[in-house]
């Protein structure tokens, strides 16, 4: 009953890598979404895409970037990793589809940068 | 401005009822959500609300009053595994925007 993937539950990285993050979803849902989770923060949006090659930022897309080139995969791109990028970082997605809408979660990628 | 607020902490013991409340202030609504968080794990969704009223579905029923920009979870007979953060979310217009959340302990 597998509907959000993520490519690795826990990655390290070293400062200034690049680092791809793979989300997948088995639900042919228009809408994907990019989080990150920290502490105290709640939940905050990096990016979203409503559509293939069809990207947004979302409230804090800053040294993030993101490619959506087939429908059921999204992927998180951080061109130069920094310390503060240290965190949770989960995919969702959605589809509009009426009053049922909900939201699925990927398990997550618990990513450290040092 | 998009404001969405919720307690950060609430306490209970096995088999009370507790209510979780959510204010919030968007520049658009398309809906509200609930979702549970276990600590290191993804949040699961647990209720979704558009009209006003009590939506009901199960354990996890949630109210939603959109003239006040309110709602609430109501935890009833709860159990040690209810322990977990209760994360409020908007829909404003096709993107959620999240609370911090409320981290529930229960205590036998």
């Known amino acids: 009953d597998v509907k959000v993937t993520q490519s690795s539950r826990y990655l390290v990285k070293r400062t200034g890598e690049k680092v791809f993050l793979e989300c997948v979803q088995d639900?042919?849902?228009?809408?994907m979404f990019w989080y990150r989770q920290d502490p105290g923060l709640g939940l905050r949006l990096i990016y979203f895409?409503?559509?293939?090659?069809?990207?947004e930022k979302g409230d804090i897309p800053e040294g993030y970037s993101v490619s959506r080139e087939k429908k059921e995969r999204f992927s998180l791109i951080l061109e130069s990793a920094s310390t503060n990028q240290t965190s949770m970082y989960l995919c969702?997605?959605?589809?509009?589809?009426?009053?049922?809408?909900?939201?699925?979660f990927g398990p997550g990628t618990r990513l450290t940068v040092l | 401005g998009q404001n969405i607020d919720q307690p950060t902490e609430m306490t209970a013991t096995e088999g009370a009822i507790v209510q979780i409340n959510c204010t919030y202030q968007?520049?658009?609504?398309?809906?509200l959500f609930w979702y549970q968080q276990h600590a290191g794990e993804a949040p699961t969704f647990l209720s979704y609300?558009?009209?006003?009223g009590l939506e009901e579905k199960g354990r996890f029923s949630s109210f939603l009053s959109r003239s006040k920009g309110y709602s609430y979870l109501p935890l009833k007979e709860l159990q040690m595994k209810d322990s977990a953060s209760y994360l409020c979310?908007?829909?404003?217009?096709?993107?959620?925007?999240f609370g911090t959340g409320t981290r529930l302990q229960v205590f036998p």
């Open positions: 609300n558009v009209l006003d």
């Open positions: 639900m042919d849902h228009e809408n």
């Open positions: 969702a997605s959605f589809t509009l589809a009426g009053d049922t809408d909900t939201q699925y």
């Open positions: 968007t520049s658009g609504f398309n809906g």
């Open positions: 895409s409503y559509d293939v090659k069809m990207k």
């Open positions: 979310a908007v829909r404003s217009p096709n993107k959620l925007i």
